[in-house]
């Protein structure tokens, strides 16, 4: 299980009601170590971005507006030696995946209306890092931290263009198998 937060900004808007950038991400992750240094990783993860009424240099909305990513990628350790017998296990990490953005309201940008629901994908990445600490033979915590990237959306998701910005983590593991 992973949750933490993907900070998005406000946009320089100014919040009428509601919260914007709302800074909340959920999801849950599956780690397949593939040598005692290197995992490939799938993580579904699901976020809050806008929620209520806001007005700004963007333009003007009131609604929600969320996303959701999938997204596959490998772990790298980068320390030497037996790294079966070490509970800290640092990785770097990167993937890939789709970005889904939804939105559901009213909004007016700068070159485009939308009302009602909205649903856009595009690719995007992250790159990053952090640690996973083996508390037991079968539990871990883990910490990460990176950035998320990602292409424009072809026309905005409420009032955002994309939804690029720093992510920081926490996670919770359950190591079936002898694992590493």
Do not use: C
Not at 38 to 66: K, M, R, Y
Not at 106 to 135: N, P, Y
């Amino acid at each position: 299980m992973r949750t933490g937060m993907w900070r998005k900004g406000d946009n320089g808007a100014t919040i009428v009601t509601g919260t914007s950038g709302l800074d909340a991400f959920a999801g849950f992750g599956y780690t397949r170590y593939v040598r005692e240094n290197l995992a490939v990783v799938l993580s579904v993860d699901g976020f809050g971005i806008d929620s209520g009424t806001t007005v700004g240099p963007n333009g003007t909305g009131a609604g929600n507006v969320g996303g959701s990513s999938v997204a596959l990628g490998v772990r790298w350790n980068p320390m030497r030696g037996d790294l079966r017998n070490q509970a800290l296990k640092p990785f770097l990490a990167v993937s890939l995946g789709p970005v889904i953005g939804a939105s559901s309201g009213s909004f007016v940008g700068k070159t485009t209306i939308s009302t009602g629901e909205e649903l856009r994908a595009t690719i995007g990445a992250f790159l990053g890092g952090g640690f996973d600490v083996h508390v037991s033979r079968s539990f871990s915590l883990g910490m990460n931290a990176g950035y998320n990237v990602m292409p424009n959306f072809s026309e905005p998701v409420g009032l955002r263009d994309n939804f690029n910005g720093p992510q920081v983590g926490i996670s919770l593991g359950w190591v079936f198998g002898k694992g590493y």
